[in-house]
């Protein structure tokens, strides 16, 4: 299974408007500052994929991700083909024993299907 992560951002902050020459603009708004992250892996032969909404991208959370797929399939074993990011090295990573890890070459986003979607 290939398997990544990404973050999705919202900041709603007003950059410039259009207003009467002499006449400065008053708009109400809220400042809302919103980020979602999700982790992923997705079999590329059947398209079969396990998604888990996170509370960020680090090392703590990609050991949630990696108990929760476990779970999921206890009596598959899975090939995790993944990127370089540091958490997923981390000495703290917590490997479930039916999920092994291969990495992609550095800088090669394009060897990973998922980061097409």
């Not at 207003?19 to 008053?26: E, L, N, R, T």
């Amino acid at each position: 299974m290939y398997q990544d992560e990404a973050g999705f951002g919202r900041i709603s902050k007003l950059g410039s408007c259009w207003s009467p020459i002499g006449v400065g603009p008053h708009v109400h708004s809220h400042y809302i500052r919103e980020f979602r992250y999700y982790y992923g892996a997705v079999d590329a032969y059947t398209g079969e994929s396990f998604f888990l909404r996170a509370g960020g991208c680090n090392t703590e959370w990609m050991n949630v991700f990696l108990e929760e797929l476990s779970q999921a399939y206890p009596d598959d074993y899975f090939l995790l083909v993944m990127d370089n990011a540091i958490w997923h090295k981390s000495s703290t990573l917590k490997i479930p024993t039916n999920i092994g890890f291969a990495f992609i070459p550095p800088y090669t986003p394009e060897m990973n299907p998922l980061n097409k979607c």
